[in-house]
């Protein structure tokens, strides 16, 4: 069973409306990863933190994603306007370090926009 | 380009028969290799991983997975395969300097009784 737990499992929103992800890492694991897996099975990387820093992020993430881990609460990914394209599965992943090491993904939070 | 080849989209084998699932990475270093399946409706759980030493690595499960740096892959393989292993494998590396995964686009496995 993960230990990375995500929610909500899934979530359904018009277009143009906000969509929120929650994530808490496993314990001990200040690295954090949000990767979105479309129906192809291919994964974009969205956005990876160092405990409350945000390490890289791609165009897609600055512009209508915004991420956040604060301290003692759950990461959180949201979408500030939903469009169809972004119908897809969230992953959020955490690891002891950010550099070669292994990722612990959790369930993932499926977004339908409809 | 840093990437991953997983040939074969979809694989079907009989319960009890052995299984192989290929996995080619393009990168001039020795990545950081991993494999990892998908049930449906869940997320990515690790089956195995390679970072040195010994080119066999056992994973979760019974199986295991061969690294060969001359023909850059890094194949899949379990002995007996059950139906419960019905699900999709993706392998995935990380490049010694960043924690980025870069996916392949999974091999599909059904395992008919």
């Known amino acids: 069973n993960s230990k990375v737990i995500q929610t909500p499992r899934y979530l359904v929103k018009g277009q143009g409306q906000k969509a929120k992800m929650r994530c808490i890492p496993e314990?001990?694991?200040?690295?954090v990863f949000w990767y979105q897996q479309n129906k192809n099975n291919e994964f974009k990387f969205l956005i990876n933190?160092?405990?409350?820093?945000?390490?890289?992020q791609i165009d897609m993430t600055e512009k209508r994603f915004s991420a956040e881990c604060p301290s003692n609460s759950p990461c959180s990914l949201e979408i500030q306007s939903s469009e169809a394209g972004d119908s897809a599965l969230y992953l959020c992943?955490?690891?002891?370090?950010?550099?070669?090491?292994?990722?612990?993904f959790g369930e993932g939070s499926r977004l339908i926009v409809v | 380009a840093q990437s991953v080849t997983q040939p074969d989209a979809r694989v079907t084998v009989s319960e009890g028969a052995s299984l192989q699932l290929r996995c080619k990475y393009s990168y001039s270093g020795t990545p950081y290799l991993f494999w990892y399946v998908q049930y449906p409706r869940q997320g990515l759980q690790l089956l195995l991983k390679y970072y040195s030493g010994d080119p066999v690595v056992q994973g979760v499960n019974g199986f295991e997975a061969e690294f060969s740096k001359s023909n850059s892959s890094f194949h899949l393989r379990k002995a007996s395969v059950h139906w419960s292993d019905s699900a999709v494998y993706f392998c995935?590396?990380?490049?010694?300097?960043?924690?980025?995964?870069?996916f392949g686009l999974g091999t599909t496995l059904q395992v008919q009784p």
């Open positions: 995935v590396f990380i490049t010694g300097n960043t924690g980025k995964l870069i």
């Open positions: 992943a955490s690891s002891r370090q950010y550099s070669g090491n292994t990722l612990y």
């Open positions: 314990k001990g694991h200040p690295v």
């Open positions: 933190f160092q405990n409350q820093e945000v390490l890289q």
